[in-house]
């Protein structure tokens, strides 16, 4: 089937990409769809997006349908179907597999036109692959969480060294004490080592004062500090 890219002008204007792409070159396809007779046209654009070459199949519902991830194969089809009754503009982010297998995530804009009548008689829309940028966002996740998790760390080990030195014990048992005294508190454990870690930055270190310290933080873990228990991993070891 010819892709014939010029027979479909842009529903919302030459600035499109601009407006949905944010700053990143996004993957933007266009699509129309005869409700008349379900007759579908993609651009090439389309095509790519579900791996395949310009023009190599026919687009009908079938395979759209077929292209949909199995847990999304309801979402699109709810907005298609208001959008032809009443003719207003949609928008939907759901996942494609691709022929090559690779799953996308995409979002799908359209709108309905009507016909002399008033009938909606057609949709048009786009389709904006958000992989790559859907991609970028889980890695910021992942490196901001494993940042977070390695600043714990720290917290953590310099906690166990003070238990370590205040009480004379080795660093297994000052392990257990940091997560015993944040169950009975309700707490993380990173937060009971912080607040040791702060009372001490924050006043005599590590000298013959410490312990006094130590065990004002300790017993300090109020009852106003409990929460209701989460579950068994609030008391798994962390090292």
């Known amino acids: 089937m010819a892709t014939e890219s010029a027979r479909t002008p842009a529903p919302w204007g030459a600035t499109i990409e601009e407006a949905l792409g944010g700053g990143r070159a996004l993957p933007i396809g266009q699509y129309r769809v005869d409700l008349t007779s379900d007759t579908w046209w993609w651009s090439d654009e389309l095509y790519a997006m579900h791996g395949l070459a310009p023009g190599s199949v026919e687009p009908t519902s079938a395979v759209l349908a077929a292209a949909k991830h199995q847990d999304d194969r309801g979402t699109l089809a709810r907005e298609i179907s208001r959008s032809r009754r009443t003719g207003k503009p949609f928008s939907c982010l759901h996942r494609i597999v691709d022929a090559h297998g690779r799953t ?136």
């Open 104 to 239: 996308r995530t995409v979002t799908v804009t359209g709108q309905g036109r009507r016909d002399a009548k008033g009938v909606v008689v057609e949709l048009v829309g786009y389709v904006v692959d958000q992989t790559s940028a859907q991609r970028d966002l889980v890695d910021r996740d992942v490196e901001r969480a494993v940042a977070a998790l390695a600043e714990e760390r720290v917290t953590i080990e310099r906690a166990k060294g003070v238990l370590m030195a205040v009480y004379g014990i080795d660093e297994e048992a000052a392990a257990d004490k940091l997560v015993l005294q944040s169950s009975r508190a309700g707490l993380r454990v990173h937060d009971v080592a912080a607040r040791l870690v702060e009372a001490l930055d924050a006043g005599p270190g590590l000298g013959d004062a410490a312990s006094d310290v130590v065990d004002g933080v300790l017993t300090g873990l109020s009852a106003t500090d409990r929460r209701r228990p989460r579950n068994a991993q609030l008391v798994r070891r962390f090292d």
